[in-house]
């Protein structure tokens, strides 16, 4: 098992797992899908996926359970994985296109489960793109597609040098430069998210530095209801930043012509 799947990290391939994993990157079309395993108790049912697999040109093969525990890193495949090939990556520069860009970086969530879990919230919100640290992500790539829910198959993703270099090109495209802190912050609800915006979340061991705040536009903070002196979790507040900017931007007066 474990020479099989260090010879697959050294030919660049992972292992997706689960019908919705696999659906994302074939979706997605931002990785090569070598081929899929489909377990044969559920071949009838994924009718679906073998025909996006046949229409992105990739070897579907019925599989017993024993070839697919073969190839599985994990439990949770649900009789389906796939096979392969690396991200590829946009540029910065791609994210900061179009009407209204709306790009976030996460920085400093180390956890997989985590990244993938904020990840699936800012695609759910409209989050036009990522920006995450040049990194390598070795096992834990399969394991933040499928805490995404494939979200991170679909939404762009950049690789950048630091949250600092990200934050100097963004503001050259004219984005404007957020991110939360607790001293000299405006409550969410009386900042204007609704124009262009790269928002910066840092993990709660990292944070964010003072030479990444001397660069931003606006320091934000969520408000509470109670007294509470401790932040949220890293996942929790991208889902409040990340439905609030879609709030007001679905609520945002369209420009007069």
């Known amino acids: 098992m474990g020479g099989r799947a260090d010879a697959r990290r050294r030919d660049g391939l992972i292992v997706l797992e689960g019908a919705v994993s696999v659906a994302a990157a074939l979706d997605g079309g931002r990785r090569p899908v070598e081929r899929i395993l489909i377990r044969a108790d559920k071949w009838e049912k994924s009718g679906k996926l073998r025909a996006l697999a046949r229409a992105a040109g990739t070897r579907v093969e019925r599989a017993t359970a024993e070839q697919i525990d073969a190839v599985a890193t994990g439990r949770t495949h649900g009789g389906i994985l796939a096979e392969a ?10 994210l900061a296109r179009g009407d ?27 989050a036009h793109g990522l920006a995450v640290r040049r990194r390598e992500w070795g096992d834990s790539e399969a394991t933040v597609v499928k805490a995404s829910a494939g979200a991170s198959e679909l939404l762009p993703i950049a690789e950048v040098e630091s949250v600092e270099s990200a934050a ?3 503001k050259e495209h004219g984005l404007a430069v957020a991110c939360t802190a607790k001293r000299d912050a405006t409550p969410i609800y009386d900042a204007d998210l609704s124009g262009p915006l790269f928002l910066l979340v840092g993990g709660e061991r990292r944070g964010i530095t003072r030479e990444f705040l001397s660069r931003a536009d606006l320091v934000l903070e969520i408000p509470y209801r109670r007294r509470f002196s401790l932040s949220l979790g890293t996942v929790a ?7 609030e900017v879609m709030r007001q931007r679905r609520s945002a007066v369209p420009p007069v012509p």
């Open 85 to 94: 090939g690396p991200l590829q990556y946009v540029s910065a520069a791609d």
């Open 100 to 126: 209204r860009p709306f790009v976030a970086m996460l920085d400093g969530i180390e956890d997989p489960y985590n990244f993938g879990y904020a990840t699936r919230s800012l695609y759910a919100a409209g």
């Open 168 to 170: 100097d090109l963004f």
């Open 237 to 243: 507040a991208v889902s409040v930043l990340a439905f």
